[in-house]
């Protein structure tokens, strides 16, 4: 019993060092201590925390089990089951990576971090929203950190909220490996099985057991660098602005104590203040603020001028870089200029300002442009290569850098790892990808619109369900296909997701069959084959099996990669063989089957035959068709199955009449409009014999024309009120004339004049219309400033 109860206060020293370790070396060596001490393997993740709390059960301990418990008895958890054999490595252990490695490790996933550096060393001080305040509380903040938003106090250092976490990600079983450095992503090898080796990271050192790390999440967290390819960036640009950090040693005596702290004051609201600033110290400052954490922490932004006079600038340069440069900037009179600024702002209250050291073992001051922000264009992407897929994410501010003055740094970082979170455990249960990327991005739109004000006000139901977080939430804002360009199966390359438009769209997608319906699918390669010798497509099974179907189909868009007119319909193995190749070879579909299989009687599956034809389907869906001169089956497939060059016509008289506003006080009488609309029946056909005169070549100009001119102007009688004898007239000049021009083979000369009133077809209308009656003698009403003409 005695020796028990020795364990039992020896696990909860050992857990009480692990709580009060002060950086990161000293945590990491007091969790391997407790778990060596324990015998608990921190690498089955699944039973250790279960484990851990099972053995440590000192009343401190039990304290933040309660809490960890309450978090993760969350149904979106599902006990830890949501993301059960889901493998996530997370590059990059600041706030936002670590937020994220929790959220996942409550999922169940099997989390790995890794981090470049082997410190905590970020002096600078976080301003915290109250939901960000209330997560880390219920997340068991105070019991690591006992100051941490006590009383009114918003703030945090990075480090110390760093630490924190990582205590938290230790717990529940994440690994954390420091002095590792994320490289590249590394594609999975081709020549394997589905058992093989997936997507790994390549990492410095090479040799360490990350390297052999298998992964179907990977997310970026490691900053404004992101280390991860495939994500375009835009740039926010604003007026210069010139910000400072400072952070000077806090010694926690009374004097420093008294000292009141300065939450932000801004030039319009307090100008007298910084007038005298400037007149006593010739500083001059647009804020500043004043937070007191483990250093007295000062960020204040500067004006170019101030900073020129004052030396810390030496020279003006119009670009920004330039201007900031470090070769640009005078340390001296930069740690001076801080120093001053801050002993003015507290009145000279702070006994010792001597600057605290970074990670360099520098005085910890900093000058940059904060008004240049940079923000991805998207949140997330999927990358597919030799059946292997893996979601890529980013978070915090790899994602969205925070502008400085509202805080929203860690805010909105917590944010995007809920939201990363949600989209893994979606990515778990097998949703379709692209709707998956699809609700993604339509929650990251909202990102950057959140404030403390316009996000949920109820913080105990906040969980990584984007419902309990955003009101009037719609998922469904971005659709499906409008990221397709974020599913990427090619080989992977340097470069950006905005690809130039010759580049061929990525056919090679696994879509379901839900997608693209089977009933669809058939009916577009049904209009797409139609009219082609041999070719009659019923189904999408035994009609392909001759070959001339799916050779019918590359020629209809492609005619100069396979000539039609040469196939034998007997030769189904070659037909098939011929088509598979080209397809393979030019649009890097690869075959489900091969030609003589095919053409050997077997009916292929209709899913494999479903997947393979989809596959045209995205290639070639909205592809405009090429000209009317490519090589088809005679004049009678031409007909049946109408070429590409007839679409500028048509576009061009769906230009023809644009719709014109008319103000109400100046409409015609009904005289007078049905003058208005002959006139513009006779311009307008003057337009059309233009437009199909100069766009129509050869025989089909001697075919088209007339029946062209004839068919629209027998459609603008429609809803006239000219009898049926005059349409039956109509008619009868139409098949005359179609048949003369079928009869000349000469391409007739232009008309000298396009006055439509000396055609026959005019005359016929003219006399069986009768003429409009004279107006009506009325008031004329006033005048209106605006005229028809106005509008014509």
């Known amino acids: 019993m005695g020796e028990a109860e020795d364990e039992k206060i020896q696990s909860g020293r050992l857990f009480e060092n692990f709580v009060q370790a002060t950086d990161c070396k000293s945590t990491l060596q007091a969790f391997n201590i407790m778990c060596s001490y324990l015998e608990l393997d921190p690498l089955e993740h699944s039973t250790f925390y279960s484990g851990l709390k099972s053995m440590v059960t000192s009343w401190k301990a039990k304290a933040l089990w309660s809490k960890l418990d309450k978090r993760a008895s969350n149904k979106e958890y599902k006990k830890g089951k949501a993301c059960e054999g889901i493998k996530c490595l997370i590059i990059g252990g600041g706030p936002c990576g670590l937020r994220t490695a929790i959220e996942l490790a409550f999922l169940g996933a099997k989390v790995v971090v890794i981090e470049k550096r082997d410190t905590f060393s970020r002096n600078n001080v976080l301003h915290l929203w109250p939901y960000t305040i209330h997560d880390l509380r219920a997340l068991g903040a105070k019991k690591f950190y006992g100051k941490f938003c006590a009383g009114a106090i918003d703030h945090i250092s990075i480090r110390q909220l760093q630490l924190m976490l990582l205590k938290i990600a230790l717990l529940l079983g994440v690994e954390f490996h420091v002095n590792v450095e994320f490289v590249k992503l590394v594609e999975p090898p081709e020549d394997q099985e589905n058992e093989g080796p997936g997507w790994r990271a390549e990492i410095r050192p090479a040799d360490h057991p990350v390297a052999d790390f298998d992964f179907d999440v990977v997310v970026g967290a490691d900053g404004r660098r992101n280390s991860l390819e495939g994500f375009r960036r835009k740039e926010f640009r604003g007026k210069l602005a010139i910000a400072i950090t400072a952070n000077f040693i806090n010694r926690n005596t009374t004097a420093e104590a008294k000292v009141e702290e300065i939450s932000g004051v801004a030039f319009i609201f307090n100008q007298k203040f910084f007038q005298d600033l400037r007149q006593e110290t010739g500083i001059d400052l647009e804020n500043i603020v004043y937070y007191k954490d483990n250093t007295h922490y000062f960020v204040m932004t500067a004006k170019k001028q101030s900073l020129l006079d004052k030396g810390v600038i ?68 999927v990358r597919e290569r030799f059946g292997h897929s893996v979601l890529v994410a980013l978070v915090g501010d790899s994602l969205l850098e925070p502008f400085w003055p509202m805080g929203t740094g860690c805010a909105r970082g917590f944010l995007a790892a809920f939201d990363t979170a949600w989209m893994a455990k979606s990515w778990a249960q097998g949703r379709n990808p692209l709707e998956v990327l699809a609700e993604r991005s339509s929650l990251y739109r909202l990102l950057p619109q959140t404030t403390p004000e316009n996000i949920a006000k109820n913080f105990d139901l906040y969980t990584i369900d984007p419902g309990t977080r955003y009101p009037n939430l719609n998922s469904n804002c971005v659709r499906p296909h409008q990221v397709r360009s974020n599913y990427i199966c090619g080989e992977m390359k340097p470069c950006s997701l905005e690809r130039a438009a010759t580049i061929r769209r990525p056919v090679n997608l696994a879509r379901r069959e839900s997608e693209i319906r089977p009933s669809r699918l058939l009916t577009w390669c049904q209009k797409q084959t139609e009219g082609c010798r041999g070719v009659n497509v019923t189904d999408l099974t035994s009609c392909w099996s001759s070959g001339l179907a799916l050779c019918a189909l590359i020629h209809r868009f492609r005619p100069q990669l396979i000539d039609y007119d040469s196939l034998n319909e007997q030769d189904c193995a070659k037909n098939l063989q011929l088509a598979f190749d080209v397809a393979e070879k030019e649009f890097g579909i690869k075959p489900f089957i091969t030609g003589k299989e095919l053409a050997a009687g077997q009916e292929p599956d209709k899913t494999s035959m479903c997947n393979y034809l989809s596959k045209f389907y995205e290639l070639f869906r909205g592809t405009p068709l090429p000209p009317s001169d490519s090589k088809r089956d005679g004049d009678a497939n031409n007909e049946k199955c109408p070429s590409g060059s007839s679409r500028p016509v048509y576009k061009s008289l769906s230009l023809l009449q644009p719709r014109k506003r008319i103000p109400k006080n100046d409409k015609k009488t009904e005289d007078n409009d049905a003058i208005y609309k002959r006139r513009r029946k006779i311009s307008y056909l003057e337009e059309v014999s233009i437009i199909v005169y100069n766009n129509i070549p050869g025989r089909e100009l001697k075919e088209n024309k007339v029946k062209f001119m004839a068919t629209q102007l027998l459609a603008k009688f429609e809803d006239s009120t000219a009898s049926c004898s005059i349409r039956r007239q109509v008619n009868t000049i139409l098949s005359e004339l179609t048949a003369s021009a079928d009869s000349n083979d000469e391409r007739p000369p232009r008309p000298p004049s396009l006055d439509m009133t000396d055609s026959p077809l005019f005359n016929i209308i003219k006399k069986k219309v009768p003429p409009p009656p004279p107006p009506k003698k009325q008031v004329e009403p006033p005048k209106s400033v605006y005229t028809h003409k106005q509008y014509l």
């Open 314 to 381: 030496i020279h003006d340069y119009i670009d920004t870089e330039a201007l900031l440069n470090s070769e640009n900037v005078n340390q001296e009179a930069l740690l001076a200029y801080a120093r001053e600024a801050a002993d003015y702002a507290t009145h000279y209250q702070l006994p010792m300002l001597d600057y605290a050291m970074n990670h360099c073992g520098q005085p910890d001051v900093a000058m940059f442009d904060f008004t240049c922000m940079y923000a991805s264009e998207s949140a997330a992407l």
